[in-house]
């Protein structure tokens, strides 16, 4: 194969790009996702590192004509889910020429623990963008899965490199972090093709500060620099940010992705029917959890939170704030919880972009927890409330005290948070006090545990707490909510009790009902 084939020069790169300018300012991502081709011409699945902790699939889609080698990787971090999606679908592009070496899900322990970093690894290994040779060195790769991953480079011989990542935040907007950006290798073809790519994706972009920039080179140690130094090929790293929903950084991966293949002549036009997009979620922790941060949040509980919740198989915990919700990162999540606080203030600070985030967020299937601030948040009393749960509070005094209160569960309260019988204490301080309101597009709300006894502080009203709902949960949708007015994640011994509302609401794959209904007649 000609070596000048697969090169490109800045003035080609934009002469190509113009050809195809009215293409990009008439498609949405979203028909993107759509258009871009319905499957290579031989698609060859292979697994990378057999009978290891760290197998994972490989495919080489080869167009069966000579042309550039592609190799294409995500995961590699296991927080940064949007370009294992986005592989998933390269995979499927209808190839003209050359070939694909795709691995989607390159650090599969990482991906299942929704962390970072390989889990059960020494620091000095647990980043495997870290762990291949450096520039100037003639040191090999370190670690089992580094080195599995570069014998395949190798094996191959690519002529590019692309790998996809995340970043946490614009960097326009914080320097800090490379999200939305194209990091180049030094080299000419490098530079070039981020530019292409980058004219490809901003064209999806109004805002001029979300736009995406170029940097480089890559991070001594990563993969794309590896191959840049030690391939000598053009490589690059593609960052999305993670503050955008998951949608819209698969499409802007496979806008550039589209932008590079096109250019060299890989891909033809695309044809919005002719491909069917992979979009099932990526494996990750089997519940990602989304916990409020911002104005309304206070005392103990979130801290509390982030160490039970965080530190679990079952569960990974993200801080959101609301400019955040208001963007859409609910989507990357399953369960958002609000804490405790003030609802007023936290529906304030969220304002009517980011409460009618998590409405769709919930009606969609996702899983809501709200903790007495959260749990007023989530009634249908206020003006600015969420009405997700068909209750309202019984009275406007609500400072009612702060103490130790008797709670008692219900059966099905029982089943979904623990086996306690009986009354038991719980720590209180000024959560709502509800009764069934009269939505008529609300279901009903279902008690999963009674206060048994009150504080009454405050001229508050006497008697009104005593056998009202102290923990409901109700449908909205196709999501799930459980409200929580005292505080069980303040209480010793009662710790259990929001993960494991949190594993209840969360999204199922099963049909079974969540909620108990009366036998039909």
Not at 80 to 85: F, H, N, Q, R, S
Not at 441 to 452: G, Q, V, W, Y
Request: aromatic share 6%.
């Amino acid at each position: 194969m000609n070596k000048s084939q697969t090169r490109i020069s800045t003035a080609a790169g934009r002469r190509v790009f113009s050809s195809n300018h009215s293409a990009f300012i008439c498609a949405t991502l979203l028909c993107l996702l759509l258009a871009l081709g319905a499957r290579a011409s031989t698609v060859t699945k292979k697994t990378l590192a057999p009978g290891t902790r760290f197998a994972t699939e490989v495919f080489i889609c080869d167009s069966g004509k000579p042309g550039p080698v592609i190799m294409i990787t995500a995961g590699v971090h296991g927080n940064e889910p949007a370009g294992t999606l986005a592989a998933e679908s390269i995979r499927q592009f209808e190839l003209l020429r050359g070939t694909l070496v795709i691995v989607p899900r390159a650090n599969v322990p990482a991906l299942d623990a929704n962390k970072r970093l390989i889990p059960g690894l020494n620091t000095n290994l647990s980043n495997l963008n870290r762990n291949f040779a450096r520039a100037n060195t003639n040191e090999p790769p370190r670690g089992e899965l580094a080195e599995a991953i570069w014998s395949l480079a190798q094996k191959y011989k690519p002529t590019w490199l692309v790998d996809l990542h995340e970043g946490y935040d614009f960097n326009q907007l914080n320097e800090k972090s490379v999200g939305s950006s194209v990091i180049a290798a030094t080299d000419v073809e490098s530079r070039a093709a981020a530019d292409i790519m980058l004219a490809a994706v901003n064209q999806t972009i109004t805002d001029e500060k979300l736009k995406f920039t170029r940097r480089g080179p890559p991070i001594d140690g990563s993969l794309a620099r590896a191959a840049s130094e030690h391939l000598h090929i053009p490589s690059m790293i593609l960052e999305t940010t993670s503050k955008q929903p998951m949608d819209k950084r698969v499409g802007q991966h496979l806008v550039m992705v589209q932008a590079l293949l096109g250019h060299l002549g890989m891909v033809g036009a695309a044809n919005a029917e002719s491909i069917s997009v992979k979009t099932s979620p990526v494996k990750a922790a089997p519940i990602r959890v989304a916990l409020y941060k911002g104005p309304g949040t206070g005392g103990a509980g979130p801290t509390n939170l982030l160490a039970r919740l965080g530190n679990q198989p079952e569960t990974s915990i993200t801080q959101v704030t609301p400019e955040e919700i208001k963007t859409g990162i609910l989507t990357n999540f399953d369960v958002a919880i609000f804490a405790g606080g003030s609802g007023s203030k936290q529906a304030e600070a969220l304002g009517e972009d980011g409460r009618a985030q998590i409405l769709q967020f919930v009606s969609k299937g996702g899983g809501y927890v709200g903790i007495c601030a959260g749990a007023y948040l989530a009634t249908s009393g206020y003006s600015w409330s969420l009405a997700l749960v068909n209750a309202r509070t019984v009275s406007p005094k609500w400072q009612r005290g702060r103490g130790s209160v008797k709670l008692e569960l219900t059966e099905h309260g029982r089943d979904i948070l623990g086996g306690e019988t009986g009354q038991f204490d719980c720590i209180y301080h000024n959560g709502p006090i509800v009764k069934a309101d009269t939505k008529a597009d609300l279901p009903p709300i279902e008690p999963l545990a009674h206060f048994r006894t009150e504080l009454a502080e405050n001229g508050s009203p006497v008697g009104v707490m005593i056998d009202s709902p102290a923990i409901f949960a109700a449908p909205f949708n196709q999501g799930h909510v459980i409200c929580v007015s005292p505080h069980p994640e303040q209480t010793p011994g009662l710790e259990e009790f929001i993960p494991h509302a949190v594993q209840w609401v969360a999204p199922t794959k099963t049909n079974q009902p969540k909620h108990s209904t009366p036998d039909a007649e």
